[in-house]
């Protein structure tokens, strides 16, 4: 028998083992135990905590932390939602359709066998109005290696072919231009007899010419066409009955917009001196005769002081410096010019501009203009009086003042010229220019103009010359009017038993026509106390009574040629 089949022996009760789910379980870790210690904590606070005083400050917080939760969502669900997605997209089908083009192919010229010969000519224009004509010539030459080495093999021949006018001097070649010539001057056809055109005309143009040859290979800078024909005639006139001479001039009419007098004009509008060529002198010019000082004085100091302040810095170039050098010594040139002396002023005075060819030659020909002369401006069948009071360049002619410019055409501006067509006429008085140079006095120059106007024949018939306006001029008092059957009081009226103070005070009220008539007498104390001039010089009574008259004078005219002229 087997050992499995032998029942069991008998063992006491309290010898007999326990079943093995009966035995001890063994010690559990330090970790678990305090799991478990946590855990009971953590269910006793949770069931402690509402009988406590923090349960409400707790439950409040919970409220807070879930609202904002809820807060958050709704906030995050809004702008996730787009509107994109109920719009309504076009959709846009590309259909593509074939085409079938038939290529033609392009038939090349058969290559060359050999060095062909070419002579190829062009023909164009430039912006300056010259007509340029090209052409191009080819021939066979050496090893490429050797002709790039000498300058004959790549060259150009330029030539520029000119044809130079010749003047007109018969009166039907002037009325081509100014039909209203032989009317104005009647005295111009016996002048014309025995007149020859001047050498300034034949020098005028062999400065045009020379200043080509010298801008000749830099074409953008060659004289244009239009300043190149500019002047049509140059005559010298003598009068047979007066031999007065005179010099004709035919030509357009530029403008200058220099000049300043603080005596004058202690202000300056900034658009005349901010152009591009702008200068504050003319060559006509005296002594200053006031304090105030000239309206550019402040600028050109300016100006000295910038370029001082610019050469005193190191490290310049050497032609730097000596630019700056240059300019200093101008400045200062200018600014004394500026302190001691009064110019024109284009923009109020009437005066022509002359050319520079005609400075130097007064020993060799006697119709040489000077600054000075007086002359005739002839334009659209009026004549102007004014003076010589600048210098141009000596390659071009026909230049004037602003205000000439804009009483012959009101849309000139110093960058318009009031006539570009050669119909103006410059009718230059040689040998006129005072001895004096003094302020401008319009009445004088008007009467000298027409003086030698007559001693050439006069001006026509229906013609007369224009009176300018002194746009200087003080407006002079109002003398009350008197009343019918009053007497006039001692304090306004002088005794006439009390002697003048210049034996000629008593001519001042005698109109300029001579005449003695008593009813011009009342003018006396009006002549007597007119203000003394600005300037601070002494005027005898004399001169005041003299400018009294031409004032007088001037007036009148001025109110029959007020629509001739246009006002700044």
């Not at 499995?4 to 009966?22: G, I, K, L, R």
């Not at 058969?110 to 109005?129: C, E, F, Q, S, W």
């Amino acid at each position: 028998m087997s050992s499995e089949s032998q029942p069991p022996s008998h063992v006491p009760d309290d010898q007999q083992q326990p079943p093995a789910q009966w035995q001890q379980q063994p010690k559990r870790g330090c970790l678990s135990t305090v799991i478990r210690l946590v855990f009971l904590l953590v269910l006793l606070t949770g069931l402690l905590l509402p009988f406590t005083p923090f349960a409400s400050k707790i439950k409040r917080a919970i409220q807070e932390i879930v609202e904002s939760a809820r807060t958050t969502q709704e906030r995050i669900i809004t702008r996730d939602v787009p509107r994109d997605v109920i719009r309504e997209v076009p959709v846009t089908k590309e259909v593509l359709r074939e085409v079938t083009k038939e290529v033609v192919r392009e038939v090349l010229p058969p290559l060359p066998d050999k060095y062909i010969p070419r002579k190829d000519i062009d023909v164009a224009t430039l912006y300056n109005g010259i007509t340029v004509k090209t052409k191009l010539i080819t021939e066979e030459g050496g090893f490429a290696s050797l002709e790039r080495l000498d300058p004959e093999s790549y060259k150009a021949e330029f030539q520029l072919s000119i044809r130079v006018p010749k003047a007109n001097q018969t009166l039907p070649e002037l009325s081509r231009i100014n039909k209203n010539l032989p009317a104005i001057l009647p005295g111009l056809e016996a002048m014309l007899n025995n007149g020859k055109v001047s050498n300034f005309y034949h020098k005028l143009y062999e400065n045009k010419t020379s200043r080509i040859q010298n801008d000749l290979t830099r074409l953008n800078r060659v004289l244009d066409r239009h300043n190149f024909y500019d002047c049509e005639t140059i005559l010298e006139l003598t009068h047979p009955a007066t031999n007065r001479k005179a010099l004709l001039i035919q030509s357009e009419m530029d403008v200058v917009a220099d000049g300043s007098d603080g005596d004058r004009m202690p202000t300056l509008d900034e658009y005349i001196y901010l152009s591009d060529y702008y200068q504050p002198f003319t060559s006509y010019a005296w002594a200053k005769t006031t304090t105030t000082p000239n309206p550019l004085l402040g600028k050109w100091e300016e100006r000295l002081k910038k370029a001082q302040d610019e050469y005193a810095q190191k490290g310049l170039s050497s032609a730097r410096n000596r630019e700056l050098s240059s300019l200093i010594s101008t400045l200062k040139v200018e600014i004394g010019e500026l302190k001691a002396r009064s110019s024109l002023i284009a923009e109020k005075d009437p005066f022509i501009v002359l050319s520079l060819l005609f400075r130097g030659y007064s020993d060799q020909n006697k119709f040489t203009p000077q600054i000075g002369d007086y002359a005739a401006v002839i334009h659209e069948g009026k004549i102007y009086p004014a003076i010589c009071g600048d210098y141009g360049p000596s390659f071009k002619m026909g230049e004037a003042s602003l205000l000439m410019a804009k009483t012959l055409n009101a849309k000139a501006t110093p960058y318009i010229r009031p006539e570009s067509d050669l119909k103006v006429t410059y009718l230059v008085f040689p040998g006129t220019a005072e001895k004096t140079r003094t302020a401008p006095d319009l009445a004088k120059w008007q009467e000298k103009c027409q003086s030698l106007i007559g001693e050439v024949g006069g001006i026509g018939t229906g013609y007369t010359l224009h009176v300018w306006e002194d746009l200087f001029k003080k407006p002079e008092p109002e003398v009350p009017p008197t009343v019918p059957g009053t007497t006039p009081t001692t304090t306004t009226t002088p005794s006439p038993t009390t002697p003048p103070a210049d034996p000629t005070g008593a001519s001042a009220g005698t109109p300029a026509t001579g005449t003695t008539s008593p009813t011009v007498m009342p003018a006396t104390p009006a002549a007597a106390t007119m203000p003394t001039p600005a300037t601070g010089t002494e005027t005898s009574s004399k001169d005041k009574a003299a400018a009294s008259s031409s004032s007088s004078s001037s007036s009148s005219k001025a109110g029959d040629s007020k629509s001739t002229r246009t006002k700044k």
